[in-house]
């Protein structure tokens, strides 16, 4: 895990000093931390959305449950872990308190159908965007009273934390796809 973190803050360092595709094609400058980490958090949102919605409302309760995947949460569980996360991560950089929902990363009880998740999910990344321009050169490295650990106290690491916790994600939600015959639409 601690590689993929530092993976990505390389990645993030090599996209901010250059230029980014914006969805029309068209060079996009980046010249600050914020739409670099933006830039990220797009990439990422646009390959979770469209996986969360290519799978069957009635498959969101599917959990494999042969060999190493005892136990595990099921599709829509994931989902809802991932946007809860997504929402603690805003509300840390954004120096609010997550909601208990948000902070046991579980999401809302009331969230069930594949309508409610796909928008709290949908919720969650707009959150980041917001998160995401409230990170400037002068307060992404200085400590933040208020953190979900002791290691991540500055607003980069809890940004480029929420981009790697939804990749992670988003690898499971890909094979829970690809068990139940559905190819991703970011591999179509």
Known sequence: ???????????????????????DNKLTPISTVSQALDFWITNTENRVVPAADAMPGEKYSFAPTAGEFTGVRTFAQQIKHLAANNYRMAAYI????????QASEAGPDTVQSKAQ?????????????????????????????????????????????????????????VEYLRMNGIIPPASR
Do not use: C
Not at 94 to 100: F, K, R, V
Not at 141 to 161: E, F, H, N, V, Y
Not at 164 to 173: D, L, P, T
């Open 117 to 173: 998740i796909m928008d709290y999910l949908k919720g969650s990344f707009a959150a980041l965007h917001q998160a995401m321009a409230a990170i400037n050169e002068g307060n992404m490295l200085k400590p933040m009273a208020a953190s979900p650990s002791p290691q991540q106290k500055t607003r980069l690491q809890l940004g480029i934390d929420a981009i790697a916790h939804s990749n992670n994600h988003y690898g499971q939600m």
């Open 1 to 23: 895990m601690r590689s993929s973190h530092w993976l990505l803050a390389f990645s993030l360092l090599l996209v901010s000093s250059g230029p980014a595709r914006a969805q």
């Open 94 to 101: 954004l120096n609010q308190t997550p909601t208990p929902e």
